[in-house]
């Protein structure tokens, strides 16, 4: 028998018991949709987070020793002087720019309302830097900056709890922080993490809120490429050590950290979070290939005298065999193709609907790999499920197989 009649007899087994092939492949059918989705998901997350935080990849901030210094005393305050040297391309030639900040706390009172923001002071190129967005308004300008203008920009929980969530309502009112008054700019995009913030020019904040002086609580270094990243950090520490007076590394009295580790350790978290659910979902498709199993085993018995019919007339081992087993990798290829049609179906819509249902919803994306992956597998389980039926059935001896009833 040619591969072309185990074909057809199988197709006419499967459309003799339709109901019963139907549901055989029901697990592999919601194992593959799975996997396709939950890999669109993670994969849209994925990016999403890439294309939110990516542009932080070159992003160093350098911050002041929280306590004592390992092994010395009190932490050295970080200076003005600092962002100088840092900025010098001859010291520092990895670096593209140094942005100073300056925070704080300060009470907004606005009309009855009041909130306790987180007051930072920086340059103009802060938002930039930082990848923070304006909703509404505009930022201050460079002349504003110069002339310690009191001007301000104020985070969603600041315009919330004073205007009530107006954004547009919020944008050149004075409001009054400390023993000041500062007219309002604009107001910031949420970030998830930051959004308590009241930012304004670096001097306003050290001559009205903070009390004046040079010092800074730390600087937001750019490195000049994702490339130069480690360079930027072995300059900036070889630069601090000098200026800090630090002979040994273990007792800097400065913290380096480049977001670019961070963002990289996030993305392993996201694809083990991916796999993991992956694997979860991978369960549905053990147990239908228990059903596929399952269900050869019923039809080699239901088929034995059958069998015994065409092994009586010289039908080989090998015949039998390959009959069992196209059967099975097709049972489990069909519930294959069904599911990786709902999964890429299921996937589609929801990278439609869901971004207009939940605001800043990464949409899913559809994976070729997954696709071919699960597919792969479906086929997979095909022949291993079928593989113990189909050697059993061309095991049968003609004569016990033509006495069963």
């Not at 929980?157 to 969530?165: D, E, I, R």
């Not at 800090?244 to 400065?254: A, S, T, V, W």
């Not at 010289?314 to 294959?336: C, D, N, V």
């Amino acid at each position: 028998m040619n591969f072309t009649e185990a074909l057809q007899i199988a197709l006419r087994s499967l459309r003799s018991n339709r109901l019963r092939s139907a549901l055989t492949t029901l697990g592999i059918v919601i194992g593959v949709s799975a996997v396709i989705v939950l890999v669109g998901l993670g994969d849209g997350m994925k990016t999403g987070f890439n294309k939110s935080f990516g542009a932080l990849g070159t992003t160093i901030i350098v911050a002041k020793s929280q306590g004592a210094v390992p092994g010395g005393g009190a932490a050295r305050d970080l200076k003005d002087g600092d962002i100088s040297a840092l900025s010098n391309p001859n010291q520092a030639p990895d670096i593209a720019s140094v942005t100073p900040v300056a925070q704080g706390t300060g009470l907004i009172n606005y009309n009855q309302a009041q909130f306790r923001a987180d007051v930072t002071g920086s340059t103009a190129d802060y938002l930039t830097v930082n990848n923070r967005d304006i909703v509404t308004g505009a930022n201050f300008t460079t002349q504003q900056e110069k002339s310690n203008a009191r001007v301000v920009l104020l985070g969603p929980n600041a315009v919330t709890n004073l205007f009530g969530g107006d954004n547009e309502s919020a944008v050149g009112k004075t409001v009054r922080i400390g023993r000041s008054n500062f007219k309002v700019l604009g107001v910031l995009k949420s970030d998830g993490s930051n959004d308590n913030i009241a930012y304004m020019p670096l001097d306003t904040a050290r001559s009205f809120l903070l009390g004046g002086g040079d010092n800074i609580t730390q600087m937001v270094v750019k490195a000049a490429s994702a490339d130069q990243v480690g360079a930027a950090v072995e300059e900036i520490n070889k630069v601090m050590d000098q200026r800090h007076l630090i002979k040994d590394p273990g007792k800097r009295d400065f913290n380096v950290t480049a977001l670019g580790n961070l963002l990289d350790q996030a993305n392993q978290f996201l694809t083990f979070l991916t796999l993991f659910t992956v694997a979860v979902a991978g369960i549905s498709l053990i147990v239908g290939a228990i059903g596929v199993a399952n269900i050869m085993l019923v039809s080699v018995t239901e088929r034995t005298r059958e069998i015994g019919i065409r092994k009586a007339i010289g039908a080989r081992r090998s015949a039998i065999m390959k009959q069992f087993l196209i059967e099975s990798t097709m049972l489990a290829g069909l519930g294959g193709l069904m599911g990786i049609i709902i999964g890429v179906g299921v996937t589609v819509a929801a990278a439609i609907i869901l971004p207009q249902a939940v605001p800043n919803f990464s949409p899913p994306e559809v994976s070729p790999w997954a696709i071919i992956i699960a597919f792969g597998v479906s086929l997979l389980i095909g022949v291993v499920a079928g593989g113990y039926p189909a050697r059993r059935a061309s095991r049968l001896q003609p004569i016990e197989a033509l006495r069963y009833q």
